[in-house]
């Protein structure tokens, strides 16, 4: 595997990228308005797109390009866009609703880190990867899935409900990049697609819910008990 | 054969929702999804019998053609054509011609999502399937259009994205496991995943079992991640419900026990199991404190799934030839019954315009025949004799007090009994409660026909457990890693 035997320019690159990509999740957990969430979102997806094209470089996968290409392209600038276009330009600008203080979902988010870090240190060193980039990418994969839980845990609007998957995608995206670079490219091509879908699927979905419940807040689910 | 089999199980629905969209008409809509479903049911019967020769593995390796896919293709199948034949009397919230052509081609898409996911031998690509099930899904449950049904959908399609993302990580950590063994870059087929688990990181592999439990999970409806299921299985078209229930939620179990599968064979499959009872027990006992006190009728069906799901999940826990052979039989038993059931509710709900139980009174005097056959199905849905669905109880329960794990059973069975008396006692209000008003309507004659359709093989299967079944329930046990 190149993660295991990489040159420590690599090394130090992708842990850059990896970081960045976890302190955007924080952003992503921290911030109220919608503008910055789609903000931070197009900047982390630029990031994994960074790693895919770095994954490309140092481990001579050179279909990994396109991957990079489609990433930036599609995670970073089609899926905002469709978002931004499905909360509409006013509801934009809007303060979200924190049923969790920020500075509390920050706390949570910092200790769902220190676990992933420790399950991390665990998997990486039953498999004689202890102290390479694997630990990394496993704890910002592991941290960001439980960072995209915790978005659709405390926030209720539609808008951040489908971010906090985005999230959880971008996490099992960029931990696929760097643990797995050889994964078949069709793979990773109908992932990207699956992703597209799935958000025209919410954006006709949301569009209902406004037409019918008038609100976009999942605060107006509450007729199914039981 | 086999590819052209898989080539008419597959393209069937597609040439269905082609000459849908190009015809129009609703009346046509109807009749070519029956057809189609026809088409599939023969197809997918001939298809086990060919796997259960030889399984194949088609297409470059892309498509595979084994015993235990071929059996939930037939499940499926079945409540397609089921459900299908009780689509064409009616869909209720269809009110323009133009909406109900719509239903009838997502129909056909959803049915065709559910047959080819099991055909995936790419771990990868079943990932991809099951995600596309729930997206065209999400549409019919929404079709109603009412709050509810849009809150239904919107809950579903939130929670299951959210669970499966988790089985994707599931499903990197297991390449990564595997690359360890085969290489950087692989074919992630199921078989060369088993074949390479006994030199992959067995702590590895476990933790990439329990993250696809918890994801499939979360699509099979296990609890705690069942919260997404009585929503949506309620709010939904009564065809769709029979649809999700009795053949989405089997197909997502496939990648449960093909995950375990792969556990197994890493040595680890003790503790998988475990986890997979654990799952099976909470989802019983979930589905039997939800069920006492029900009361709306499809939501009580939906929470028999749970129940189901639950059932057939201590199957595989347990094991063994005795086990998976139950657990396969409760996979179709379940299926055909819970079509009957979900076909009944829908016809009752459009009898008395309610979905309360409440509102339901004097079925078994006002309609006879109808009545006998949902009462029917009411008993063989909660085990009773001489339906299958004791059959295949029983033999799963067999499995647990031939193992170490006989108190869990003992466990099931108490919780069975409870849900046997829940479930029942709901049916007795609805039949033997006089009431005043009588309902608006009758049941329609096509709403009925499914329903004895499905009751007569219940019966069949309860009284005779075929002998070929046996040794194809052993064949698939025997490609499981079971012990024989």
Redesign the interface.
């Known amino acids: ?2 993660v295991a035997s990489l040159p420590p320019l690599f090394s130090s690159l992708f842990s850059l990228l990896a970081i960045a990509s976890l302190l955007l999740a924080f952003a992503i957990l921290a911030s109220r308005w919608v503008r910055r969430y789609l903000q931070a979102f197009a900047l982390q997806s630029w990031m994994i797109a960074g790693i895919s094209a770095a994954v490309a470089y140092a481990g001579h996968y050179p279909e990994l390009y396109l991957v990079a290409a489609l990433t930036a392209l599609f995670r970073g600038c089609l899926l905002p866009w469709l978002l931004w276009r499905m909360v509409g330009k006013p509801e934009a600008g809007r303060e979200l609703h924190l049923s969790v203080q920020a500075s509390s979902s920050l706390v949570i988010g910092a200790l769902a880190v220190l676990f992933a870090l420790v399950v991390a240190n665990r ?1 990486a060193a ?2 004689g990867l202890a102290d390479t980039v694997a630990v990394l990418a496993l704890t910002v ?1 592991l941290a960001m ?1 439980m960072i ?2 915790l978005l ?1 845990a405390v926030r209720h609007e ?1 808008i951040s ?2 971010l ?2 985005l999230v ?2 971008n ?2 995206f960029l ?2 990049q760097m ?6 490219l069709f ?1 990773e091509i ?2 990207l697609f ?1 992703l597209l ?2 958000v025209l ?2 954006g ?2 949301a569009r ?2 406004r037409a ?2 008038g609100a976009t807040s ?1 605060t ?2 509450r ?2 008990v ?1 | 054969m086999t590819l052209v089999l898989l080539a008419l199980i597959g393209g069937t629905p597609l040439l269905a929702i082609l000459l849908m969209l190009a015809q129009g008409g609703p009346r046509f809509a109807a009749a070519t999804n029956v057809t189609a479903s026809l088409v599939v049911f023969a197809s997918s019967v001939l298809l086990v019998a060919a796997s259960a020769r030889a399984p194949a593995v088609l297409l470059g390796g892309a498509v595979l053609a084994d015993p235990l896919g071929a059996w939930v293709i037939l499940c499926t199948a079945a409540v397609y054509l089921l459900a299908s034949l009780y689509a064409a009397g009616g869909v209720h919230g269809a009110d323009r011609p133009a909406r109900l052509v719509r239903f009838h081609v997502l129909f056909a898409g959803f049915a065709f999502a559910t047959l080819v996911a099991p055909m995936m031998n ?1 771990a ?2 079943y990932w ?1 399937a099951v ?2 099930t729930t ?1 065209v899904s ?2 019919l449950v ?1 079709f109603e ?4 049904a ?6 579903y ?2 929670v299951v ?2 669970g499966i ?2 089985a ?2 599931g499903t ?2 297991l ?2 496991a595997g ?2 063994v085969l ?6 087929t199921w078989e060369a995943l088993r074949g390479a688990a006994g030199r992959m ?1 067995p ?2 592999v476990l ?1 990439a079992f329990l993250l696809l439990l918890a994801g499939y999970g979360t699509k099979v409806g296990l609890a705690p991640m069942h919260t997404w299921l ?2 949506a299985h ?2 939904a078209p009564a065809a769709v419900s029979a649809l999700l229930s009795g053949a989405l939620l089997n197909t997502a179990m496939l990648g449960v026990v093909r995950g375990l599968s792969v556990a197994e064979a890493a040595g680890r499959g003790e503790g998988a199991r475990a986890a997979l009872l654990g799952l099976g027990a909470l989802s019983l006992l979930v589905a039997a404190l ?1 069920i006492v006190r ?2 709306g009728i499809k ?1 009580l069906m939906a929470y028999s799934s749970v129940e189901h799901m639950g059932i057939i999940a201590l199957g595989f826990g347990f094991g063994g030839p005795l086990g998976v052979a139950g657990a396969l039989y409760h996979m179709l038993n379940h299926a055909l019954n819970k079509t009957l059931m979900f076909c009944g509710a829908g016809s009752m709900r459009e009898c008395f315009d309610s979905r309360d139980i409440g509102a339901i009174r004097e079925v078994g005097r006002r309609f006879p025949v109808f009545g006998a056959l949902w009462l029917a199905g009411a008993v063989a849905i909660t085990g009773a004799p001489p339906f299958g669905l004791f059959a295949s109880e029983l033999t799963i329960l067999r499995a647990a007090f031939a193992g170490p794990l006989a108190w869990l059973g003992a466990v099931a069975a108490l919780l069975l009994i409870v849900i046997f008396a829940g479930f029942l006692n709901h049916f007795r209000i609805m039949y033997f409660t006089p009431a005043a008003a009588a309902p608006a309507r009758a049941p329609a004659v096509l709403s009925v026909l499914p329903m004895a359709l499905a009751l007569a093989p219940l019966l069949l299967f309860g009284l005779w457990w075929p002998g070929a079944l046996w040794h194809y329930f052993a064949v698939v046990a025997r490609s499981l890693g079971a012990a024989p």
């Open positions: 595997m190149p998997l039953a498999l994969m899935e995209g839980f659709l539609a409900q489908v906090g998957l959880l995608e996490g099992v931990g696929a643990l797995i670079p050889g994964m078949p793979i109908v992932l699956d879908i799935m699927c919410f006709l979905l209902h819910l019918n419940l999942a107006a689910l007729r199914l039981g | 790419n990868g690509l991809i995600e596309l997206l999400a549409f929404a259009r009412t709050p509810e849009t809150e239904a959908a919107w809950k399609m939130v994205s959210a993302s988790l994707l990580l990197v950590l390449y990564w690359s360890f290489g950087p870059s692989y074919d992630m990181n702590g590895l933790f009585p929503d309620s709010e939800f029900q009361r939501r």
